[in-house]
């Protein structure tokens, strides 16, 4: 029995590393030596810390010295310090969820499927990739990007802290510079362990709807110069469809094995920020706050729609409109000279891909414009209810 070789993604491996994350499995060759868990009790820490910390402060109706013992960067919000509060419980939680995915993903191989995405970290030295068909620039860019998004993390939850400099007690300010510290780097575990993999995700959609129209094209290309014989054997064409049918699969399964990993990473992602962005809807339509927070929020609830509520959806739509011009290509093939075998295996494949039974093989991108237009009604919903509340 033969065992499939794991492959080694050491470019991947880097990337992540740079981001605060280590994950053994990705170069399978390398001694245990290598492999650097202090990257997860860090986040583990700084998560467990930070929420403790804000359980504290949603607790506290009014200021005290335990306010500023600990560090609380909510009290220049005013009135909206606990909204403000809410909204980083929801980030922070959302990030714990992903840093538990990601550790059992070291000790659980079903959750291990998803690292092929590694491939775009390799093969940097030609002129044009050989698996995305880019040119590597792409690639390259498409990597400080996201170092840059990362870093940007740290600055802004620097900023986050500013204002309470401005107004802790001189005796206090100590405390406030070692929670910058520890702020300083919740905002990078929270992009790195968290909103950083969104661009992943996004990647690896690209990447199976290329698969996708390389498998339609091929289709294509190969019916058309049979179908320009006058003579067509009824074997040679069931054998054209017959490939089309098992390599679109393969592609179909080797999506189903990353779905393990990405459903756990969305659904934390999209949970966590659908509850941020609902209460900075809420401050930003109903309460009267200073103008320059009002602002910060707004960009600041741009970045959380953008991340967690729009472009998993779009993409979503993407990767289906890649599988419906596939099977739109093969049901042209049932009107064709192909066996009665053949033709009962693409309605097969037809009831399991259109009608999504196969193997749950939606469920990685069950994100499509109609469960956008849910999530947006969602909000207007909660909006309405809002309104109605405050009118009485």
């Known amino acids: 029995m033969m065992v499939k070789r794991q492959l080694s993604y050491s470019g991947f491996r880097r990337y992540l590393n740079y981001q605060l994350v280590d994950l053994n499995y990705l170069t399978p060759n390398k001694l245990a030596t290598d492999y650097h868990p202090w990257r997860f009790y860090l986040a583990f820490f700084i998560c467990i ?22 560090g609380d960067i909510t009290l220049p919000a005013g009135k909206t310090k606990k909204h403000l509060t809410l909204i980083y419980s929801s980030w922070i939680i959302g990030t714990f969820m992903c840093t538990v995915t990601l550790y059992r993903s070291q000790y659980t191989p079903r959750l291990q499927k998803w690292i092929d995405i590694g491939i775009i970290f390799e093969h940097l030295s030609t002129r044009v990739h050989p698996i995305s068909r880019l040119p590597t620039i792409v690639h390259k860019y498409f990597i400080r990007f996201c170092f840059s998004v ?64 390389n498998h339609t094209s091929s289709l294509i290309q ?52 659908f509850i941020a962005q609902s209460i900075v809807l809420y401050l930003i339509c109903f309460v009267d706050i200073p103008k320059f927070l ?42 064709l000279n192909i066996s009665n075998q053949m033709k009962l295996r693409l309605v097969n494949y037809f009831e399991h891909v259109e009608s999504r039974y196969f193997f749950s093989i939606f469920g990685s991108i069950n994100y499509s414009l109609y469960h956008f237009l849910l999530v947006v009604l969602e909000n207007a919903t909660n909006l309405l209810l809002l309104i109605t509340t405050l009118g009485k």
Do not use: D
Not at 50 to 62: A, D, P, R
């Open 150 to 213: 990362f870093c940007s993390a740290g600055f802004s939850a620097i900023l986050i802290c500013l204002p309470s400099f401005f107004i802790y007690p001189h005796q206090f300010l100590i405390y406030i510079w070692i929670w910058l510290f520890i702020t300083f780097l919740a905002g990078l575990i929270i992009v790195g362990h968290g909103c950083g993999f969104g661009p992943l995700y996004a990647a690896q959609i690209y990447l199976f709807g290329a698969k996708m129209s």
């Open 49 to 70: 810390v930070n929420q403790i910390k804000l359980s504290i402060i949603f607790c506290q109706n009014e200021v005290t010295n335990l306010s500023y013992y600990i």
């Open 294 to 335: 009002r602002l910060a929020l707004i960009v600041l609830g741009f970045i959380n729609w953008i991340t967690g509520l729009s472009i998993h959806f779009f993409l979503g739509a993407y990767g289906q409109r890649k599988i419906g011009q596939h099977c739109s290509k093969l049901r042209r093939t049932l009107y």
């Open 222 to 273: 190969r019916l058309n110069f049979v179908l320009a014989y006058r003579r067509i054997k009824k074997t040679h064409l069931s054998s054209i469809v017959y490939r089309s049918v098992q390599s679109s699969t393969s592609v179909l399964r080797e999506l189903v094995e990353g779905y393990h990993f990405w459903i756990h990473y969305n659904q934390a992602i999209f949970l966590a920020t």
